[in-house]
Structures are given as structure tokens and as C-alpha cells.
């Protein structure tokens, strides 16, 4: 069955060091994206992707980063970690670019920099 | 203003209750609407999609769209313990991204 996976599920990191986290879709979408949710504040996005070689900036980009070179996979790079980053990360795919479409998520990765 | 507003709860109902969550929002663009329902320590998951205005009905859940009023409600009938998750609701123009409510924190009481 396709899937969409993260990992880790859960890091632990010290403030100022630089963290990758994974994301993995067998679904074969073309768009992928990567949001934080913290309470208060639900889903927020960070950064996303509507094909190969494509990445955009999305509401709260700043201190993150995000390549495609591939269909498959979206990795959030966290350049130097802070404390306002922990936070649980979501990744998400669909399959159109317009109209109405699906999210399909991840399980979530838990971030805590201390 | 946020673009989309939710009452985040938490909402606690007895088992058999008829649950109503609600969303406001500001921007007259968005024309998809959807639920999205979240369990605890899982990734959210398309519940309902409803375009445009009227009503949407599957099982013992209900969507409904009022865009002249720019409010979106789920109904849930003869609510269930296994209902007790966070709901989401989302929407978005048939251009842009999809934008999340902050969601409402539902308890179903056996």
C-alpha cells in the first residue's frame, strides 16, 4: 500500500545545531509540503514542493530550508536550531497543483531543542 | 483577523450526543471546504470535502456551507467515543494553498 513516513519520529537537539528531518512518499504526488503545528496555532506552513527541482516558501519559512530531487522525498533542514522551533512537523502530499485536492500526512515528527 | 477561525475547545459531549463544530473565515475566494479529523499523536485525515456551498452528508456526518455568511459547520450524529479526536477544518481558492483552522479539541463521554 502507498504511505507517507517520517523520520524520526522523535528528536531531541541542543540549540544552534543543524537538523534534517525526513519525509517519504510511495504515492507517486507530485506536490509535497511540510507544516508545523503547535496549539494555538494548528497547521502552519513551511515550505512546499509541486514538482522535482521545485521548493517555495511558505508562512513560517524563516531558519528552514527544503530541496526536491526527487518525486519521493522532502527533507526540512533546520539550518541552526532554537528553542521556537520545537514544535511537531507534519509532511504532507497530494497529487493535483489546482482544484481541490487531498492531503495525505505523515505520522508527525516531534522536535524538542533544548 | 485570521483567514480562518475555529473555536479550539475542548468540547466534551455524552455518548449519542449530536455534535456541531464550526468554522468562520474572511476570504470570499475559497470555494473547496473540507474536515479533517486528527487523533491524538497521528497525522491529520480527510473527512469531508464539500465545494462551494450546500450540504454534504456521509454516514453520521454532515458538512455544511453558508458562504454568504462565510461559515462551515460538521454535524455529527449519534457521536461515539472513537469520535473523540481534534477537527480540523481547512479550505482554499481553486488557485491556492490550502489553509488550515487551528482546530477543535472533541471528547466523546461513554
Known amino acids: 500500500d502507498a504511505e507517507i513516513t517520517q523520520s524520526p519520529r522523535h528528536k531531541i537537539t541542543e540549540t544552534g545545531r543543524q537538523v534534517t528531518l525526513a519525509c517519504h512518499q510511495t504515492?507517486?504526488?507530485?506536490?509535497m509540503f511540510w507544516y508545523r503545528q503547535d496549539l494555538g496555532h494548528g497547521l502552519r506552513l513551511i515550505h512546499y514542493?509541486?514538482?522535482?527541482?521545485?521548493?517555495n516558501k511558505g508562512e513560517v519559512s524563516d531558519g528552514y530550508s527544503v530541496s526536491r530531487s526527487n518525486t519521493e522525498d522532502l527533507p526540512l533542514t533546520l539550518e541552526s536550531a532554537a528553542s521556537s522551533q520545537t514544535s511537531v512537523y507534519f509532511c504532507?502530499?497530494?497529487?493535483?497543483?489546482?482544484?481541490?485536492?487531498?492531503?495525505?500526512f505523515g505520522p508527525g515528527t516531534r522536535l524538542t531543542v533544548l | 483577523q485570521k483567514e480562518v477561525e475555529q473555536d479550539p475547545g475542548p468540547l466534551s459531549v455524552p455518548e449519542g450526543a449530536i455534535v456541531s463544530l464550526n468554522c468562520t473565515y474572511s476570504?470570499?475566494?475559497?470555494?473547496?471546504f473540507m474536515w479533517y479529523r486528527q487523533y491524538s499523536r497521528k497525522g491529520p485525515e480527510l473527512l469531508m470535502y464539500?465545494?462551494?456551498?450546500g450540504n454534504k452528508e456521509d454516514g453520521r456526518f454532515t458538512a455544511q456551507v453558508d458562504k454568504s455568511s462565510k461559515y462551515i459547520s460538521l454535524f455529527i450524529r449519534d457521536s461515539q467515543p472513537s469520535d473523540s479526536a481534534t477537527y480540523l477544518c481547512?479550505?482554499?481558492?481553486?488557485?491556492?494553498?490550502?489553509?488550515f483552522g487551528p482546530g477543535t479539541s472533541l471528547s466523546v463521554i461513554p
Open positions: 504515492w507517486n504526488h507530485n506536490n
Open positions: 481547512a479550505m482554499k481558492t481553486s488557485y491556492d494553498k490550502v489553509i
Open positions: 504532507a502530499s497530494s497529487f493535483t497543483s489546482g482544484g481541490a485536492y487531498e492531503q495525505f
Open positions: 514542493s509541486y514538482g522535482v527541482q521545485d521548493t
Open positions: 464539500t465545494y462551494s456551498s
Open positions: 476570504n470570499s475566494a475559497f470555494q473547496y
